[in-house]
């Protein structure tokens, strides 16, 4: 077995420490760049969802404010939503309350509630079914009610779907579901695949349908869905 000399030895180790010292450098970068990402990502959610910044943001000084409306309309998800959206028609702010989730000329038709459901996916379906469904009860004035870190895609979807039908949207946030208590980046991520699958429903909803048939379901569910008026 061949004995290294001195200087073969010494210039193993020179290439060893180097190898470390990439590595290391490496490491740093890709640390460097997880902490600018997840920094970015954190810093764009405060600006955009911070709710005191949200209205600017929308160029809305009147969004998030409870508005009178003809009906107020409760997107799927956490309870606080309809139990605010009650307390709203409570309030004399509309006379009626839908959810997305059910289809209210097939309950006044007589058909039970497990029948009636409209079968939403995600926001972009919220928005395109409740067109639909407002355009049929001839509504104007329609409230949204939604969670707070949920204000500002809620906004952008529905107002791109609703674009051009003369109703007038007022979205707005429950008061307990702080910004502060979760940073929402998933909102944050979700911003544009929401607006896209918008603008999509809108201009072409054959292949809008198409494609959320081969995309994984993540249905919307509603902790309240027994709360509603037809």
């Known amino acids: 077995m061949r004995t290294l000399g001195i200087g073969e030895e010494s210039l193993l180790r020179m290439k ?7 590595y290391a450098r490496g490491g740093s970068v890709l640390l460097m760049a997880l902490l ?4 970015s990502l954190y810093g764009a959610n405060w600006l955009i969802f911070h709710p005191d910044i949200t209205p600017g943001f929308l160029h809305d000084p009147l969004l998030g404010i409870p508005q009178s409306a003809d009906v107020i309309v409760v997107l799927a998800g956490n309870g606080e939503r309809i139990l605010y959206a009650a307390s709203l028609i409570e309030r004399g702010l509309a006379p009626r309350l839908l959810t997305t989730l059910v289809d209210p000329a ?4 007589g058909h039970p509630l497990g ?6 996916r995600n926001t972009a379906d919220e928005a395109l079914v409740m067109r639909r469904v407002l355009e049929r009860e001839q509504m104007e004035r329609i409230m949204i009610v939604t969670s707070r870190s949920h204000l500002v895609r809620a906004t952008a979807v529905f107002r791109v ?3 051009g ?8 946030p429950t008061p ?3 910004f502060h208590e979760s940073p929402a980046i998933r909102e944050l991520l979700s911003f544009f695949p929401s607006l896209g699958c918008a603008v999509l429903g809108r201009l072409n909803p054959e292949l809008y349908g198409w ?10 569910r509603d902790a309240a869905t027994s709360a509603y008026d037809a």
């Open 161 to 163: 779907v609703f674009l």
């Open 115 to 120: 029948t009636c459901a409209t079968g939403v």
């Open 106 to 109: 097939c309950l006044r038709a």
């Open 36 to 39: 600018l990402s997840f920094g």
């Open 211 to 220: 494609i959320m048939q081969y995309r994984r379901p993540v249905l919307l």
């Open 176 to 178: 307990h579901d702080s």
């Open 165 to 172: 039908s003369g109703m007038e949207l007022n979205v707005v």
């Open 16 to 22: 060893d420490a180097a190898a470390r010292r990439s």
